[in-house]
């Protein structure tokens, strides 16, 4: 499990944050803070995988604590916060976070930055070297808070391609894809390549005995 740090100062804003990640896979909450003060105490007492930061906290301010956890703990971090001011986004990025969500946000937002997160660490975790093409993936494949579908894809068809291959946990071609969504193959198969190419599904290649090989995607 990722183990998440949800730190912000309104105690019903924590709560439903707390409640995306733990609706997420593969995530849950180590810790809630409400102070800058705590942050940094439960994120060296805790060590968390990842900490969910406010900006406006009550006593220190969350680019202050995203300064004192860069200099001292070991710890990713996602702003969250309803600062919109080009100067604190100027600063979260200088500090180095990996992603900067405006309040208020649906879950599908979290979400998506969340599994983003899981499928770098897996990703970074089978190489014993990174070559400049996987760096370029890495650093490239950032999936944004309302994310561009392509001309013809629509997003009611995509929930649903998704779903499917969220549900399969051997993965699954594009043609299994049509069987279960009721799309067409053409058309499942084109939601199944824009998943891959925004870095949310990964697709492996499955050799039979003649003919092409057969390509299988796999939710990141």
Avoid: N
Wanted: net charge neutral; charged share 25%; proline share 3%.
């Amino acid at each position: 499990m990722i183990r998440v740090l949800v730190v912000d100062d309104d105690f019903m804003v924590a709560k439903v944050h707390s409640g995306y990640v733990t609706r997420t896979e593969g995530f849950a909450v180590a810790g809630v803070a409400h102070t800058g003060a705590d942050a940094i105490r439960l994120a060296r007492e805790l060590k968390p995988d990842l900490v969910l930061l406010d900006v406006y906290l009550p006593d220190l301010d969350g680019l202050s604590v995203l300064r004192e956890l860069r200099a001292t703990e070991d710890v990713d971090v996602i702003l969250i916060t309803a600062a919109t001011d080009v100067e604190t986004v100027r600063q979260a990025m200088r500090g180095g976070v990996l992603h900067y969500l405006i309040k208020p946000f649906e879950y599908a937002s979290l979400r998506d930055q969340l599994t983003h997160f899981a499928s770098l660490h897996r990703r970074l975790d089978r190489l014993a070297e990174a070559g400049q093409a996987d760096v370029d993936q890495v650093f490239g494949a950032r999936p944004s808070a309302k994310p561009v579908l392509p001309k013809g894809l629509t997003a009611e068809t995509a929930r649903l391609v998704e779903t499917a291959l969220r549900g399969a946990s051997g993965g699954m071609s594009a043609s299994e894809c049509a069987e279960a969504t009721g799309v067409a193959r053409v058309s499942a198969r084109r939601y199944l390549e824009h998943f891959v190419a925004t870095g949310k599904a990964e697709v492996t290649l499955k050799y039979g005995g003649t003919g092409r090989p057969e390509r299988r995607y796999l939710w990141s």
